[in-house]
């Protein structure tokens, strides 16, 4: 059985920066191309970053430059830097695999961006 664990938010002031976890169960983040999506209040869930099973990446325009997914194959963990927030960036943030998986839906981590 699939689990993801997503840990690592919080919250943070505009500008401010955080660092998402999320630990797979068995080697499926190795083996996968994986995402980090995320669902504001009122808004549908949206793929924010996503990394191939080679290490290619991609973003969403509105996190370019400001996020960075990675992935530590070893540990079996997918990693979203955020940098320079914004509150625009509130949301509960969910990783999965690319494409997502219904049942593979863990409970996320919160994000929250305020002064």
């Known amino acids: 059985q699939v689990q993801l664990v997503e840990s690592g938010g919080g919250l943070v002031q505009p500008g401010g920066s955080l660092r998402l976890s999320c630990a797979a169960s068995?080697?499926?983040?190795?083996?996968?191309?994986m995402g980090w999506y995320r669902q504001a209040p009122g808004k549908q869930r949206e793929l924010v970053a996503g990394?191939?099973?080679?290490?290619?990446?991609n973003y969403v325009d509105s996190v370019k430059g400001r996020f960075t997914i990675s992935r530590d194959k070893a540990k079996n963990t997918v990693y979203l830097q955020m940098n320079s927030l914004k509150p625009e960036d509130t949301a509960v943030y969910y990783c999965?695999?690319?494409?997502?998986?219904?049942?593979?839906w863990g409970q996320g981590t919160q994000v929250a961006v305020s002064s």
């Open positions: 990394i191939s099973s080679g290490g290619s990446t």
């Open positions: 999965n695999t690319l494409p997502s998986v219904e049942g593979y």
């Open positions: 068995g080697s499926i983040s190795s083996i996968y191309a």
